[in-house]
Structure formats: structure tokens, C-alpha cells
């Protein structure tokens, strides 16, 4: 990964997974990162330790992305405190759980309509 001394990422769905694993390399190469999550709170603490163990600025930010305001509002807070968003990385998703009976209702009904 190429140097990104002074530069400010923002990774949606940073706290956990492959989006913490992102916010940690954007962090190991020089980047100040911030990120949201919804409700990993436990997991964006240590996230966030992390990234500023590395020697650069974090910000975690508690964000339901499904709301237009409170995105725009996230935006809002990283520009007041870094003055730019050099890097999006959009990798927030939201886990959906449903029996196989569910599963296949849906796929049935899909099927008559297609």
C-alpha cells in the first residue's frame, strides 16, 4: 500500500471484520482514519486504540448509515476535525437471519412473479 502520511480515510463499518482490518492497514500506512459502526461500541474502542496505537488520529463514530441525516452528520464531524475526506471505503452491511423455510418462501414467491 502506497504511503498515506497526512491523508483522512473514512471507512463506513470500521469497528469489526474486514472493515477493521482495512482501518488498522489505512492506520499502518500513515493515514488518520476515521469509521463508523452501529452498534459494535466494544469493538470500535479497541479499534480505535489500535489505529492511534500506530502513531496517527482516529475517531470512531457511532452511525446508522440507513439514515440519511445521521450519515450526513457523520461527514459533517470527520471534515470539522481532519478538514478533508481523502479516502471512502464503503464497506458497512447490515446481516439479515432467516430460517431456511423463510428462504425458500421468499425464493418461491420470487420464482411465480419472474
Known sequence: MSDLKGKTV????GARRLGRA?????????????????????????TLKEIEGKGVQGLALQCDL??????????????????QIDLLV??????????IEEITGVLQVA???L
Do not use: D, P, W, Y
Open 10 to 13: 473514512l471507512i463506513t463499518g
Open 66 to 83: 440507513r439514515n440519511a441525516q445521521n450519515a450526513e452528520e457523520t461527514v459533517k464531524t470527520v471534515l470539522k476535525r481532519f478538514g
Open 111 to 113: 420464482a411465480t412473479i
Open 90 to 99: 464503503n464497506n458497512a452491511g447490515v446481516f439479515e437471519t432467516a430460517t
Open 22 to 46: 482495512i482501518a488498522l492497514a489505512m492506520a499502518h500506512a500513515g493515514a488518520n482514519v476515521a469509521f463508523t459502526f452501529r452498534s459494535s461500541a466494544n469493538e470500535a474502542r479497541q
